[in-house]
């Protein structure tokens, strides 16, 4: 009886007020993700069929009632002569925005966590932070406001200068320094957040006998700051390995009105490919296979990312 009793007092205390409060909170984004995650992966299966719509069926009928096509839709990214550029595209922007993206968010959150006043510190994270919820259609507008032909500022002042003005949305040679501006311009002040929440969370006792044995602002940061920085860098550097093969579409879409014509060859990624081809004749199914390989690679170079970084500091993996 004794046991019973005790059995029934431990089986009260494995759950809390916490305990409920954390499910509540939890419930809303279990539901997101198996609504917006994990339900539309059934979709990856018209990757292998031949899909075809049938007059007053619905999507799950067609999708059942479809001929199997094997491999034979993946034909249409791999034999496309497009292939290399847009694969070279979104991997090199991806690299570029992970290295520049990484130093431009440690430094300035360095650089914020070192600042006196605590006011500027808010205004400034708030000033960079705010670019953040700008939707890219608007930034595109912003852009254009520059960039425009007839009316940009930037045209403007050449024409005042006496110079000819630039079709700069003809200029590919341009498009690969803007659209790494406006990617650092808009990520920035996100991914600095982050880090700068991770110093904040350093224990300030190590800096205090970093004083105490002499060392200055820099020697703080590089024996302090930078190392209790390597778990949270290493995991972004992760997590954004493992979006090497996709882009942001808004950014590579939008702000160059369509990623065809001159720019194509810098600005065309995977994901602007499969918009066009879904906007033309081309079956659902192809651009199904193209978006799982998509999948498939970024799931592959996460594992790959996590597996050396695992070789090289186990304690450090995410997995």
Not at 16 to 41: G, S
Not at 166 to 174: F, I, L, N
Not at 254 to 259: E, N, R
């Amino acid at each position: 009886m004794k046991e019973k009793k005790l059995s029934g007092k431990k089986l009260k205390r494995r759950w809390t007020k916490n305990d409920t409060e954390l499910t509540i909170l939890a419930i809303p984004t279990t539901v997101w993700y198996v609504l917006f995650c994990f339900l539309p992966m059934f979709g990856l299966v018209i990757a292998f069929k031949n899909y075809k719509v049938t007059g007053g069926e619905n999507f799950i009928y067609n999708v059942f009632h479809s001929d199997w096509s094997g491999v034979k839709n993946f034909e249409f990214l791999i034999k496309s002569k497009d292939l290399y550029i847009i694969l070279r595209n979104t991997i090199v922007y991806n690299l570029i925005f992970i290295v520049l993206g990484m130093v431009l968010s440690v430094g300035l959150a360095i650089m914020i966590d070192l600042l006196r006043s605590k006011r500027k510190s808010k205004v400034y994270q708030t000033l960079m932070f705010f670019p953040y919820f700008m939707s890219w259609v608007v930034a595109a507008y912003f852009l254009d406001a520059f960039l425009n032909q007839d009316k940009g500022l930037l045209n403007v002042m050449l024409r005042n200068g006496g110079n000819e003005p630039v079709q700069w949305y003809m200029k590919a040679s341009v498009w690969p320094f803007l659209l790494v501006f406006m990617y650092l311009w808009k990520s920035t002040g996100y991914n600095m957040v982050i880090y700068l929440s991770s110093i904040s969370g350093i224990d300030t006792t190590l800096y205090e006998a970093a004083v105490m044995d002499g060392a200055n602002k820099r020697q703080q940061v590089r024996y302090i700051t930078l190392p209790c920085l390597k778990s949270v860098i290493i995991m972004m550097f992760i997590l954004n390995v493992g979006k090497v093969f996709y882009s942001d579409f808004g950014l590579f879409y939008q702000l160059s009105q369509g990623a065809k014509g001159s720019i194509f060859n810098t600005t065309a990624t995977i994901d602007t490919f499969v918009f066009n081809a879904l906007q033309s004749s081309t079956p659902i199914g192809m651009t199904s296979a193209a978006t799982f390989f998509q999948s498939v690679a970024c799931c592959i170079t996460i594992l790959l990312a996590n597996w050396i970084v695992r070789k090289l500091d186990a304690d450090s993996a995410i997995i």
